[in-house]
């Protein structure tokens, strides 16, 4: 999988190992996999549609050609090392690389909004740090950096008013990065989304549910969980990743697509005030 009208994006197969660029797929009549984890080509292709989608978002909305800016497409891992639950982007290979899960619960991370996810990482409190070379340097005006800031705080404040159990907070501080980074990969990867549907015909409602309803579903789902107090308390306290609701209703209440999705309301639970609505890009 290699797309040359994007910075020649290459997607590959790890074939469950840990180190290395992996095997470039390739298919003689370009029908990739079967939409299930019986064909390893299947996860390859979420991945490269991703990556084809968030290049294309960063250069209608930013104007930037690659992470660099600089023309050149990353390279997508899929199926790297053995029950793998994880999805991360690496300065040292500049790729993005997904595990295939933990073999019960999860399958193959390869979705949309985990690529937003982890390329918004990039420029979140600690990814904002570094230049486009991967120099840790001051790059931001002195302006930017104060809006910057201003809008981060903004979701710290959000974090630190959920309460895990009765009078025990979520530290904003501790995980403002990973928010920052669903409330813009989601940004990014519905706004992918809706460009991917452009000039074809609208997708059939399912169960009741609209496309723009369906999209949101499949967040929600992926932290779909159920811990004891005591693990809830200890993540609390050590772990840089919200609590998976606060995961789902903490960047979905920011959200206008949601809300004109599902119709809410001013004044509805999973609707912010506006003087209190979060949005970092």
């Known amino acids: 999988m290699v797309d040359d009208t994007r910075g020649n994006l290459r997607t590959s197969d790890m074939h469950n190992r840990p180190f290395g660029q992996g095997e470039i797929f390739t298919d003689a009549d370009n029908n990739w996999g079967n939409g299930s984890t019986s064909d390893r080509a299947s996860a390859g292709v979420d991945a490269h549609f991703s990556a084809e989608q968030t290049w294309d978002y960063y250069l209608t909305v930013h104007g930037r050609t690659g992470i660099k800016d600089d023309g050149v497409g990353a390279l997508s891992r899929v199926h790297y090392r053995k029950r793998y639950n994880n999805a991360k982007w690496s300065?040292?290979?500049?790729?993005?690389?997904?595990?295939?899960?933990?073999?019960?619960?999860?399958?193959?991370?390869?979705?949309?909004?985990?690529?937003?996810?982890?390329?918004?990482?990039?420029?979140?409190?600690?990814?904002?740090?570094?230049?486009?070379?991967?120099?840790?340097?001051?790059?931001?005006?002195?302006?930017?950096?104060?809006?910057?800031?201003?809008?981060?705080?903004?979701?710290?404040?959000?974090?630190?008013?959920?309460?895990?159990?009765?009078?025990?907070?979520?530290?904003?501080?501790?995980?403002?990065?990973?928010?920052?980074?669903?409330?813009?990969?989601?940004?990014?990867?519905?706004?992918a989304y809706q460009k991917s549907l452009q000039g074809k015909p609208r997708p059939k409602n399912i169960n009741g549910f609209t496309p723009e309803q369906r999209f949101f579903l499949g967040w929600a789902q992926v932290w779909a969980q159920n811990i004891r107090p005591e693990a809830a308390r200890l993540r609390n306290a050590t772990d840089p990743h919200p609590l998976a609701r606060f995961r789902v209703n903490?960047?979905?209440?920011?959200?206008?697509?949601?809300?004109?999705?599902y119709a809410c309301k001013e004044g509805d639970p999973m609707v912010r005030p506006p003087d209190k609505r979060c949005q970092i890009w």
């Open 250 to 261: 903490g960047p979905l209440s920011n959200m206008p697509t949601f809300a004109a999705a």
């Open 91 to 191: 300065d040292v290979c500049e790729c993005m690389t997904y595990g295939d899960g933990d073999g019960t619960l999860f399958s193959p991370l390869v979705s949309l909004d985990v690529a937003g996810h982890e390329m918004t990482h990039g420029f979140d409190d600690q990814g904002a740090k570094f230049d486009a070379n991967g120099n840790l340097v001051l790059w931001w005006t002195p302006e930017d950096l104060k809006k910057f800031n201003e809008r981060t705080n903004c979701v710290v404040k959000q974090f630190d008013s959920y309460e895990a159990e009765p009078g025990l907070h979520q530290k904003g501080e501790l995980v403002v990065g990973e928010s920052v980074a669903d409330l813009g990969g989601l940004t990014v990867a519905y706004a």
